[in-house]
């Protein structure tokens, strides 16, 4: 619904974070636990988004590139 959830600082930067595969609703790590749930939409963009930029983003039907 493009409403922020939640917000912190990561302990690592994610580009320097040991992983092999990359995955939406599983961890690269055992212990943590699975996504239950359903994904409605699924985007990567190629830049930092502002909230405002979020919330249009989950207003649009189609995705941009």
Do not use: C, M
Request: glycine share 8%.
């Amino acid at each position: 619904n493009g409403e922020v959830a939640a917000s912190g600082t990561a302990s690592q930067a994610i580009s320097t974070a040991a992983r092999s595969n990359n995955y939406v609703g599983r961890s690269n790590w055992g212990w943590d636990a699975a996504f239950r749930g359903d994904i409605d939409d699924f985007v990567v963009h190629n830049a930092v988004l502002s909230a405002t930029d979020v919330h249009a983003s989950s207003l649009e039907k189609e995705p941009t590139s």
